[in-house]
């Protein structure tokens, strides 16, 4: 049954460009601004005030 089943499942290569997903990427850019010099409260802090004004972009690298 399994290799049945394995064989039906599809790859959505492009899932993440549906806007339900657009969050997942708020850890992401977080972690940008940390790693850019940024202090980690203060980062977290812009980052959900953009996501709360709807403002909130985001580059899909990982």
């Known amino acids: 049954m399994a290799a049945y089943i394995m064989d039906k499942i599809k790859i ?4 993440l460009d549906d806007d339900r997903y657009l969050y997942i990427f708020s850890v992401e850019e977080v972690n940008r601004l940390a790693s850019e010099g940024m202090p980690f409260r203060d980062a977290y802090k812009m980052v959900g ?14």
């Not at 959505?12 to 899932?15: A, G, K, P, T, V």
Request: proline fraction near 0%; aromatic fraction near 6%; charged fraction near 40%.
């Open 12 to 15: 959505n290569e492009h899932i």
């Open 49 to 62: 005030l953009d996501i709360e004004a709807g403002k909130f972009t985001h580059d899909k690298k990982v």
